[in-house]
């Protein structure tokens, strides 16, 4: 019988930008609300990030559950592993790492994986485990380990009404007084088909979203609990169905409650001069823009279906609402160079955009960029605490990782983040804009700091594969001379004198 059940979001493996800001994904605070409801048991959250796992707590549930992500994977599996080695208590794991490599956890030793969504998965299992009978292949979207081996049932379709779940309850959470932005999720999936987001293959493409009145009645608790808090949206596209967005912010309006809040949204918001309103007059104080890149080819690449003139006016009329602009871009595509990568920070710097994310591109499983990268031998890194977007993990097409890593990624971040644009700010007295841009120097200092390690590898490396390179031409060289002067044609069939072929692929000299 399950009476009790710990769940657990792992650490992040390192430090980002916003590190300070602790966000728990919703998945486990909605699951937990769910077993209550469902089953009416016992439920504890760990969210290492606030709080540390009280093992005692771990030790005496009947069930455990492991949510991860790419980048907090290693820190799931040595907690699985643990789990495994001291106790029988059977381990689950879900989210969206898991989701597309549901072998890798059974290897680890996870008993369930669940895949995709797991809300309904997860009332058909402790319904069996409480002896409700069934058999577990008659569970979609399960995979699991018996003495058979390992079963991959058929995937579940997604839930269909989001207001039949319960609220996710923060509270279950240890030391969730800690947590000063409260999230709040209103929709699920998103119309767009971005080629290394793994949203879509996770959530869908139809845009499901919860009743108006349910968040409403979500919006009122939270606030009055803590009131001083601001709300963060989570969904992943804000405004993809800017009428029910309307209809959200005008009952906000109506009924007062108007937190300071931020969202994440493309760059079409802009489009609809109600919405802004709406926006501003509910207190949005941040939005989270996904504008990638400023090359076209690369906003093609990745079918971001959005321009760069496109990108340029929505930072000019977000501003214009006295709304900040947090802009997130994406380097390192096929498309990418030193030019292209440097003309995407400059405009980062020119545009007045308020804070920056500037990540590595990172092949995520679940997306097509992984699938493409794997099948063509591009990844070379295995640790997935690597997988954060602040680490190249794949060879780009034109530079070497190493120069992808110096120019992207967190060295593009430390000039947008630079002492003396902290300064400008300042002297023009924006004290808040300087404080955070400030943070985000030393953070990245930090960043550097415990990354030394990895930063000279792919260096070394780079170095190695120049050289070899170079060698080749050389060789090359040499060979055409030989040829000449014994008067082979070049297409001749002189004996070939390729050497020990390295990792790159580039053949070494001899
Ligand atoms: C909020 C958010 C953040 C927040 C907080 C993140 C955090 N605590 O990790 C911030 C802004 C800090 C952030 C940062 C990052 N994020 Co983020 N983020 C999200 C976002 C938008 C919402 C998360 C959420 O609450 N979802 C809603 C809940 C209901 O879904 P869920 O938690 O996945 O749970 C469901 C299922 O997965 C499953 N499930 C999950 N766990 C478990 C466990 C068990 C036992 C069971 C049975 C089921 C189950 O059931 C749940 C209910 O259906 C998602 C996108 C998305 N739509 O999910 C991206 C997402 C999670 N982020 C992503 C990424 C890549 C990142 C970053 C690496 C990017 C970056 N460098 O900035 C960092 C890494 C942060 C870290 N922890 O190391 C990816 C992860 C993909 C992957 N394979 O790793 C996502 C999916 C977006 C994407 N583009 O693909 N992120
Ligand atoms: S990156 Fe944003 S717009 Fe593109 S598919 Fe993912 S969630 Fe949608």
Known sequence: ????????????????????????????????????????????????????????????????????????????????????????????????????????????????????????????????????????????????????????????????????????????????????????????????????????????????????????????????????????????????????????????????????????????????EELMTLMKETNCVNLFLGLESINPATLEAYRKAQTVADIERAVEVIHKYKIRVHGMFVLGSDEDDKETIRETVQFAKRSGIDTVQFLVLTPLPGTETFDELKRDGRIFVDDWGKFSGHHVVFKPAKMSPFQLQKWSGLAAMRKFYSIPQCMKLGVSFRWKDMAIRMYAHRTLNKWKASNKYFVSELKHRYKAERQERKAERAHRKQERKDREVVGISPEGTARPRGGVHSESGHPTSE
């Open 1 to 272: 019988m399950i009476n009790k059940v710990v769940l657990i979001e792992p650490k992040s493996p390192g430090f980002h930008v916003f590190s300070k800001f602790k966000l728990p994904r919703l998945g486990l605070p909605l699951l937990g609300a769910l077993l209550e409801r469902e089953f009416g048991v016992e439920v504890k959250i760990y969210f290492q990030e606030i709080a540390r796992i009280d093992w005692g707590e771990v030790m005496s549930a009947d069930l455990v559950g492991i949510s991860t992500i790419t980048p907090t994977a290693p820190v799931a599996y040595s907690l699985l592993d643990r789990i495994k080695k001291e106790s029988e208590i059977p381990v689950m794991m879900g989210g969206p790492h898991v989701s597309f490599l549901a072998d890798e956890a059974l290897e680890r030793g996870a008993d369930y994986v669940f895949r995709g969504e797991g809300e309904e998965a997860l009332v058909e299992l402790v319904r069996q485990l409480n002896g409700g009978g069934g058999d577990l292949s008659s569970i979609a979207g399960l995979s699991y380990r018996d003495d058979d081996g390992f079963h991959h049932n058929p995937d579940r379709g997604r839930i269909a009404h989001l207001s039949s779940l319960p609220r996710p309850d923060l509270t279950l959470i240890e030391g969730f007084e800690k947590l000063r932005i409260i999230p709040v999720m209103t929709s699920r999936g998103c119309p767009y088909d971005c080629k290394f987001c793994s949203v879509t293959s996770m959530f869908g493409r139809r845009y499901r979203f919860r009743d108006t009145d349910d968040v409403m009645a979500e919006l009122e608790e939270l606030t009055a609990r803590s009131p001083r808090a601001s709300v963060f949206f989570y969904d992943d596209n804000f405004t993809a169905s800017p009428a029910h967005t309307k209809e959200l912010l005008r009952k906000m309006k109506e009924k007062g409650i108007t937190p300071n809040w931020h969202a994440q949204a493309r760059v079409d918001v802009v489009e609809d």
